[in-house]
């Protein structure tokens, strides 16, 4: 199947046609197509069943955008906070923020005082927006950063406003706004939209700038029909997708939430996982579209209280953010009993966020499968020379997509970037003949052995195979003979045993022997961050 050309000079192009590029905002792509949508339900909370119709959240955005600018004076380019889980006021803010010129940065709603006020100072935002938990942290992380702002605060279940705020409703939900004022607001498809934060896995969070056009031309590569893994909304029907990825992170926000507004489905939200909220909102609201990351992906496999009526209604599954086992797709397909797609996505904040994708259909679940459109890929060496085919080395990504830069830092922003465009995304892979790309591991978490390079992923593969082992870690420790060699963070399955010989012994069986593990240590849960990305430095710590 030649579905993807590697170019003589090592450039493997996307097998799916290109997508134009609109001169866009972000507002204006998800109301584009919403008259043929306008009545139905936009956003509905799971639990409290709070929702918004298409029609609600266009004019209330842009109530709240007319009030950001008249009444806080917010103008373009200024920064606008969001701090609170998933719900459908989140839509609002973003949207009626954007609609306001401002840029967003989100904030992940279970930070603590000093990791909200580390964002605070990074990205300076004129207003920041909480429900009454997240405002608590808000007010703290404020106070550290020295800075006195306007809050703004969804009232809780109770009804009531913390205090010293000012009501998002009030200025949301109010009647004969005059909207006249946004007709100032310049915003171009060049300017920044969202000042997401980096997960933090390798370092700490750095603010990446992603501009209108990058995430209005990855909402259309996904549009795609050779793509398309959702059915588009008719007069008589309207595919539902399940939100319990977080709108913070930019897979929740852009895929997710944006995504899926902009194709006017039904998106269903959940504040956070929990396994019984989750499995009732999956079956309740017979769930069509699932975005998921691989802890997610091993839920779904492996809980018994997941079954064929859970997952009946299911079109398609997207796993991303973290390499996954395909060990734990099955489990998922041998759950259901009908045709389903799960369609393996790749990202990065950087690339606003999708950058491959399987083709839906497709069983090769352990690959992130073809450059979506618009993108190209390329596979180098440590000196940046170009690879070819099934040769393992850094990916390249150039595309529309690729963010400006990292907000006030010119030096990380280029030590990324080369000359000609393409994006180091500092994950380690290789591309097949056809096109297909394997990611290995992040190259900055490969274990030196010696000489020799180990990515944990892989290990982390052999180890869940084993059949005793529910969930596994892989990290180096330093040795004075070896440099480094693995070691292996083990969770059991429920009611199995398991001792630390039989785990080195199985995996010794079936890898080279410098990548054997060395050492074994049992854990109750993994460390893994809310977009499902194994902590190894937290590992490394214990
Ligand atoms: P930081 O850059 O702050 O350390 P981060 O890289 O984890 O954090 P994100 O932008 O959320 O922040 O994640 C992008 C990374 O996630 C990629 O570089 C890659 O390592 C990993 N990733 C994403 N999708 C996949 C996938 N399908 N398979 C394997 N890894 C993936
Ligand atoms: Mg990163």
């Not at 069983?363 to 618009?374: D, L, R, V």
Request: include cysteine; proline fraction near 6%; charged fraction near 25%.
């Amino acid at each position: 199947r030649e579905l993807s050309a590697w170019t003589p000079d090592k450039i493997v192009k996307s097998p799916h046609k290109d997508v134009d590029i609109p001169s866009r905002t972000v507002p204006e792509q998800i109301w584009e197509n919403m008259e043929r949508w306008v009545d139905r339900t936009a956003i509905e909370c799971a639990i409290t069943k709070q929702s918004y119709t298409y029609h609600q959240i266009y004019k209330y955005s842009r109530n709240f955008a007319a009030k950001l600018r008249t009444q806080l004076k917010i103008r373009d380019g200024d920064v606008v906070c969001i701090m609170m889980p998933n719900c459908p006021d989140f839509a609002v803010a973003v949207l009626g923020a954007l609609e306001a010129g401002a840029e967003v940065t989100t904030v992940n709603p279970i930070y603590t005082a000093h990791e909200v006020q580390r964002q605070i100072t990074l990205s300076d935002p004129k207003v920041v927006i909480g429900i009454p938990e997240t405002i608590t942290i808000l007010k703290e992380a404020l106070a550290l950063a020295k800075k006195d702002l306007p809050i703004i605060a969804i009232k809780g279940v109770d009804g009531v406003l913390p205090p010293g705020t000012i009501s998002f409703h009030e200025f949301a939900l109010a009647d004969n706004v005059d909207h006249s004022v946004l007709k100032e607001v310049r915003r171009k498809s060049e300017d920044v939209a969202f000042l997401p934060y980096s997960s933090g896995t390798t370092g700490l969070p750095k603010g990446v700038e992603l501009v209108h056009r990058n995430i209005v031309v990855n909402l259309l590569q996904q549009n795609v029909d050779t793509i398309r893994h959702y059915d588009e909304t008719t007069k008589s029907s309207q595919d539902v997708a399940l939100a319990v990825l977080p709108f913070y992170h930019i897979y929740g926000l852009s895929i997710v939430l944006l995504h899926k507004l902009s194709v006017g489905l039904k998106v269903v939200t959940l504040p956070k996982f929990q396994p019984n909220t989750f499995t009732a909102a999956l079956k309740e609201h017979k769930t069509n579209v699932l975005c998921a990351a691989p802890p997610l992906i091993l839920f779904l496999g492996s809980h018994p209280g997941i079954t064929n009526e859970h997952l009946a209604f299911i079109k398609t599954i997207t796993s991303g953010a973290a390499p996954l086992p395909r060990k734990d797709v099955v489990s998922v397909f041998d759950k259901v009993k009908h045709k389903m797609n799960f369609l393996q996505v790749y990202g990065l904040t950087e690339t606003a966020p999708l950058a491959t994708a399987m083709l839906p259909g497709s069983e090769e679940y352990s690959t992130a499968g073809y450059a979506i459109s618009n993108t190209e890929l390329r596979i180098v060496d440590s000196a940046l020379k170009p690879l070819g085919p099934k040769e393992v080395g850094e990916l390249l990504i150039r595309g529309p997509q690729v963010m400006k830069g990292y907000r006030n830092n010119p030096e990380a922003t280029k030590k990324c970037m080369t000359e000609d465009g393409w994006f180091q995304t500092g994950d380690l892979a290789s591309i097949d003949t056809d096109g297909t790309v394997t990611i290995a591991d992040r190259l900055k978490e490969l274990i030196k052995v010696k000489g020799y390079q180990v990515p944990p992923a892989e290990l982390e593969n052999v180890l869940k195979e084993h059949p005793d082992v529910l969930d596994a870690a892989v990290i180096g420790v330093p040795d004075t003979r070896m440099g480094e060699v693995p070691k292996a963070f083990i969770v059991l399955r429920e009611g199995h045993r398991a001792d630390a010989n039989s785990i080195t012994t199985f995996v010794s069986k079936r890898v080279a022997e410098y990548k054997r593990i060395k050492e074994v240590r049992f854990l109750n849960e993994l460390p893994k961050n809310p977009s499902g990305k194994i902590l190894r430095r937290v590992l490394k710590e214990l």
